[in-house]
């Protein structure tokens, strides 16, 4: 697909614009409803089967669909379905957290084919664009070469404004501020020709529980991605909401109360840096809590404290955006294992029951199901969707 011609059409399309966006809609309508025939596809799209077929001939011939096993019905051929074709494309997706980065390359269906990690005890610039460099020579080693052509991209996932965390991650304010001046792109092109797309870390995260997840049963929904920060994003009619400026969803910065009655942010009183301190406190290397596979066993006692004190915050949170917008569900999700978010979302639901919430329609309370990958997944998806999907609207809602 040619990505000069891959623009949204209006009014004054190009033929080639108008071929390019029927491209994009055969394509999102596949990856959204899954694999179809061809004449199914032409009545779900409303363009003529002989439209439809002459375009999903050529996507097969570039290697973006491939041919499912036909299905036979009482009459007639029997129809082949067209799917994505999981090395029809690839991305790679750097997730930038407080503690910890993570580098995956992931294919069109959305799987992981290989993921490098990284541990420190705080970011800096060098060490998270060279460990992209190396990860990105290594990651793409593994594919076979006839296919390295096929990254489409890098997208990364990033806290926003990171450098005013100094002080909860631990670092020099002057070394850490290091990062207000860091343009992504910029450093980025120094090792690769690659398009590069930022994102907000938890709206990352958002954008795979929406695309890869629990999502498409819920409209509109808030989404709460709980890391060493607590983070969330916002889901409108189907469609990853990201603001103005990108920052919709910040939902770590509502307005809490800490155990001294201070007023504070939700990210001071939810976030699994207070996980961190408790092990500490107790002579627990809190390191364990970012380490691969996790195994979170040896920290049961601090683990239950902490979701005791986070559970009804992010109760309080839950409802507080609710009465913004009128979402139907909340889902939660997190940089833990799944039994821990199992329990964090029932300490939450629990809560929520007993709040004050005259004048409120109380939301679902729900498990995501991406897990801790959630914002490197959706970092890998950002390249991938811009280049061959169209953008969700209420026509393409899951």
Same mark, same amino acid.
């Given at each position: 697909?040619?990505?000069?011609?891959?623009?949204?059409?209006?009014? /004054?399309? =190009?033929?080639?614009?108008?071929? &390019?966006?029927?491209?994009?809609?055969?394509?999102? =309508?596949?990856?959204?409803? @899954?694999?179809?025939?061809?004449?199914?596809? &032409?009545?779900?799209?409303?363009?003529?089967?002989?439209?439809?077929?002459?375009?999903?001939?050529?996507?097969?011939?570039?290697?973006?669909?491939?041919?499912?096993?036909?299905?036979?019905?009482?009459?007639?051929?029997?129809?082949?379905?067209? =799917?994505?074709?999981?090395?029809?494309?690839?991305?790679? #997706?750097?997730?930038?957290?407080?503690?910890? $980065?993570?580098?995956?390359?992931?294919?069109?269906? /959305?799987?992981?084919?290989?993921?490098? #990690?990284?541990?420190?005890?705080?970011?800096?610039?060098?060490?998270?664009?060279?460990?992209?460099?190396? #990860?990105?020579?290594?990651?793409?080693?593994?594919?076979?070469?006839?296919?390295?052509?096929?990254?489409?991209?890098?997208?990364?996932?990033?806290?926003?404004?990171? +450098?005013? +965390?100094?002080?909860?991650?631990?670092?020099?304010?002057?070394?850490?501020?290091?990062?207000?001046?860091?343009?992504? $792109?910029?450093?980025?092109?120094?090792?690769?020709?690659?398009?590069?797309?930022?994102?907000?870390?938890? =709206?990352?995260?958002?954008?795979?529980?929406?695309?890869? @997840?629990?999502?498409?049963?819920?409209?509109?929904?808030?989404?709460?991605?709980?890391?060493?920060?607590?983070?969330? @994003?916002?889901?409108?009619? @189907?469609?990853?909401?990201?603001?103005?400026? !990108?920052?919709?969803?910040?939902?770590?910065?509502?307005?809490?109360?800490?155990?001294?009655?201070?007023?504070?942010?939700?990210?001071?009183? &939810?976030?699994?840096?207070?996980?961190?301190?408790?092990?500490? %406190?107790?002579?627990?290397?809190?390191?364990?809590?970012?380490?691969?596979?996790?195994? +979170?066993?040896?920290?049961?006692?601090?683990?239950?404290? +902490? *979701?005791?004190?986070?559970?009804?915050? *992010?109760?309080? %949170?839950?409802?507080?955006?609710?009465?913004? *917008?009128?979402?139907?569900?909340?889902?939660?999700?997190?940089?833990?294992?799944?039994?821990?978010?199992?329990?964090?979302?029932?300490?939450?639901?629990?809560?929520?029951?007993?709040?004050?919430?005259?004048?409120? *329609?109380?939301?679902?309370?729900? %498990?995501?199901?991406? !897990?801790?990958?959630?914002?490197?997944?959706?970092?890998?998806?950002?390249?991938?969707?811009?280049?061959?999907?169209?953008?969700?609207?209420?026509?393409?809602?899951?």
């Amino acid at each position: 697909m040619d990505q000069d011609d891959a623009r949204p059409t209006g009014q /004054g399309a =190009t033929q080639s614009g108008l071929r &390019a966006h029927n491209e994009r809609l055969l394509l999102s =309508t596949i990856r959204r409803r @899954g694999p179809m025939p061809g004449s199914e596809l &032409a009545r779900e799209v409303g363009l003529s089967a002989q439209t439809v077929s002459i375009i999903l001939r050529d996507l097969e011939g570039v290697g973006l669909l491939a041919r499912g096993e036909p299905q036979r019905g009482r009459v007639g051929k029997p129809s082949i379905p067209m =799917t994505l074709a999981a090395d029809g494309a690839f991305s790679v #997706g750097l997730k930038i957290g407080r503690r910890s $980065a993570d580098l995956a390359l992931m294919d069109l269906h /959305g799987k992981v084919r290989g993921q490098l #990690g990284l541990t420190y005890r705080y970011p800096l610039p060098d060490q998270i664009f060279g460990f992209l460099r190396l #990860g990105l020579d290594q990651l793409s080693g593994t594919l076979p070469r006839r296919l390295v052509p096929r990254i489409c991209g890098i997208g990364l996932a990033a806290p926003f404004e990171i +450098w005013k +965390w100094h002080e909860v991650v631990g670092a020099p304010a002057e070394t850490f501020r290091v990062w207000r001046d860091i343009d992504f $792109a910029a450093e980025v092109a120094r090792f690769s020709d690659l398009p590069v797309s930022v994102v907000n870390d938890a =709206t990352a995260a958002c954008r795979a529980e929406q695309v890869f @997840g629990r999502g498409p049963a819920f409209r509109d929904w808030a989404y709460v991605f709980v890391g060493a920060f607590i983070g969330g @994003g916002v889901v409108l009619n @189907g469609t990853v909401y990201e603001g103005a400026r !990108g920052n919709a969803g910040a939902l770590g910065s509502l307005r809490s109360v800490n155990a001294r009655g201070e007023n504070v942010q939700l990210i001071d009183t &939810a976030s699994l840096h207070l996980l961190e301190a408790r092990l500490a %406190a107790a002579g627990k290397d809190p390191g364990g809590l970012w380490a691969r596979p996790q195994d +979170w066993t040896p920290y049961a006692a601090e683990t239950d404290a +902490w *979701i005791a004190e986070a559970g009804p915050e *992010i109760a309080k %949170a839950a409802l507080s955006a609710c009465a913004v *917008i009128d979402f139907e569900a909340v889902l939660i999700d997190g940089a833990f294992p799944p039994e821990v978010r199992r329990r964090l979302v029932q300490e939450v639901e629990r809560h929520v029951a007993g709040l004050d919430s005259r004048g409120l *329609i109380v939301p679902r309370i729900e %498990a995501g199901s991406v !897990g801790v990958n959630a914002r490197v997944i959706g970092a890998a998806y950002g390249p991938i969707s811009s280049q061959y999907f169209l953008a969700p609207g209420p026509a393409l809602a899951g």
